[in-house]
């Protein structure tokens, strides 16, 4: 069993930054890529970002490149989302996943953790 458990989620105005983390637990394939999707009240759940198991390949929506970034931890079981200049269609549950590379859909999912972007 595979536990990803999302923190550091919250309230901003525009403009501002938050730092998401996801910390993969359990029987956690150390091959997995770690990665970010998110949904807003009425949409369907859509990619972020994501990082492979080495921390060498990255891939980011086009809505999120130059504003977020995403990196691993020294032992690669510690996801992070550095989101800057954060805008109200950003507002959404941030949901953690794993899977293989390029992670375009995920096999384990975390809990989720909200993100509200208003003024």
């Known amino acids: 069993q595979v536990q990803l458990a999302e923190s550091g989620g919250g309230s901003v105005q525009p403009g501002g930054s938050l730092r998401l983390s996801c910390a993969a637990s359990?029987?956690?394939?150390?091959?997995?890529?770690l990665g970010w999707f998110r949904q807003a009240p009425g949409k369907e759940r859509e990619f972020v970002a994501a990082i492979s198991w080495s921390g060498g390949n990255t891939n980011y929506a086009d809505s999120v490149k130059a504003r977020f970034t995403i990196s691993r931890d020294r032992d690669r079981n510690t996801a992070i989302l550095e989101m800057n200049n954060l805008k109200p269609e950003d507002t959404a549950v941030y949901y953690c996943?794993?899977?293989?590379?390029?992670?375009?859909?995920?096999?384990?999912w975390g809990q989720g953790t909200q993100v509200t972007v208003s003024s």
């Open positions: 359990g029987r956690f394939s150390h091959t997995y890529a």
């Open positions: 996943a794993a899977a293989p590379w390029p992670l375009k859909r995920g096999e384990h």
